[in-house]
């Protein structure tokens, strides 16, 4: 929309960078182009704003397939006014002076031509088209048949209106025909995951197994090492005893010489003691033997008062020990007696 101001009767026009202005005063061309700027008077002018901008246009239709299924058809096209002149020579695009509001509808008219237009070539392509094979291609199918078709329109030229693309979003059949149609994808969706689910149970059975069977062939291994085990351990045992044995026999043979050996020591040892105990018990027999004959040759050879005082003071040597004597007048008077009679004999 144009910015007009006012000034002294006078309107001010400002226009945009997209928009073609055009100016007529007294049916004469004054101003014409984009962006202009300009001043005016409103009771002699005539003003007409164009847009040249890319401008969108969706657009939501109905078609029948050739199943007779109902489809909904959402498509966008872009488009622009390629020959401003043409166009507001063709449609109305005048703004009000005091204003800059267009009087008419002309984005309207271009809307309702260009989705005339693209429902007439899309319901076209759609009617040879079954339900399935629209579903599956028929957006680009409908898409080229569209572009084509407005390319080929000879009103748009006409018009000034230049197709720069189409796009057709989405074609989508009535809510039930769209749930029934789902149910078969669906239930194939289902079986490939029951089937995903079923060979993951699969994998994870056949996975325990071989872990299982790792785990039997372990206890397998482990039991059989054990029983090496085992068996190294009783030979070790054996062996130790063995040892054992053997050392308790050298030892027991050691002991054996060595308690030979002294016993034959001891035995010579005794010999020896014995040969000379005896030849000690002789040498003393012979001492005495010369001791007592030397005795006997003393004795035989003193006098007889001699060998009685000797006998006697043997014999006290040999008589007990006495510890008082008492000596009575009678024995007394004795023993003087006979003091006197050896004395005088």
């Known amino acids: 929309m144009a910015d007009i101001t006012r000034r002294l009767g006078w309107r001010h026009l400002r226009g945009a960078p997209t928009a073609h202005i055009r100016h007529h005063r007294a049916g004469r061309l004054v101003h014409d182009g984009p962006g202009l700027s300009?001043?005016?008077?409103?009771?002699?002018?005539?003003?007409?704003?164009?847009?040249?901008?890319?401008r969108e246009l969706a657009m939501t239709f109905h078609a029948r397939t050739a199943d007779f299924q109902d489809v909904a058809v959402q498509a966008t096209v872009t488009y622009r006014i390629s020959d401003p002149a043409v166009a507001a020579a063709r449609l109305d695009f005048s703004v009000d002076p005091d204003t800059g509001v267009w009087r008419g509808a002309p984005l309207e008219q271009l809307g309702t031509l260009l989705t005339e237009t693209a429902q007439q070539h899309a319901l076209d392509v759609l009617a040879r088209t079954p339900l399935a094979a629209a579903l599956v291609d028929g957006v680009t199918s409908v898409r080229e048949r569209i572009a084509a078709g407005l390319a080929a329109e000879p009103r748009l030229p006409a018009t000034g209106i230049e197709v720069v693309a189409v796009r057709v979003v989405a074609l989508r059949p009535e809510p039930e025909v769209e749930r029934a149609?789902?149910?078969?994808?669906?239930?194939?969706?289902?079986?490939?995951?029951?089937?995903?689910?079923?060979?993951?149970?699969?994998?994870?059975?056949?996975?325990?197994?071989?872990?299982?069977?790792?785990?039997?062939?372990?206890?397998?291994?482990?039991?059989?090492?054990?029983?090496?085990?085992?068996?190294?351990?009783?030979?070790?045992?054996?062996?130790?005893?063995?040892?054992?044995?053997?050392?308790?026999?050298?030892?027991?043979?050691?002991?054996?010489?060595?308690?030979?050996?002294?016993?034959?020591?001891e035995a010579a040892r005794a010999v020896q003691l014995s040969r000379a105990e005896a030849e000690g018990a002789r040498e003393v027999g012979e001492a005495r033997a010369q001791a007592q004959a030397a005795w006997l040759r003393v004795h035989a050879e003193v006098d007889v008062a001699t060998l009685h005082a000797l006998t006697g003071a043997r014999v006290a040597e040999n008589l007990p020990r006495i510890e008082s004597v008492t000596v009575s007048p009678d024995v007394l008077t004795g023993l003087l007696a006979k003091l006197a009679a050896q004395e005088r004999a």
């Open 38 to 54: 300009f001043w005016f008077r409103s009771l002699t002018a005539a003003l007409s704003e164009v847009p040249v901008d890319d």
């Open 181 to 265: 149609l789902r149910t078969p994808a669906r239930e194939q969706i289902q079986q490939e995951a029951d089937r995903a689910t079923y060979e993951r149970r699969a994998v994870a059975v056949e996975r325990e197994r071989a872990i299982a069977e790792n785990e039997l062939a372990s206890q397998i291994e482990l039991a059989r090492r054990e029983e090496q085990l085992v068996d190294q351990r009783g030979t070790n045992t054996r062996r130790e005893a063995e040892e054992h044995a053997a050392a308790d026999a050298v030892r027991a043979q050691a002991e054996a010489d060595r308690a030979v050996k002294l016993a034959q020591a």
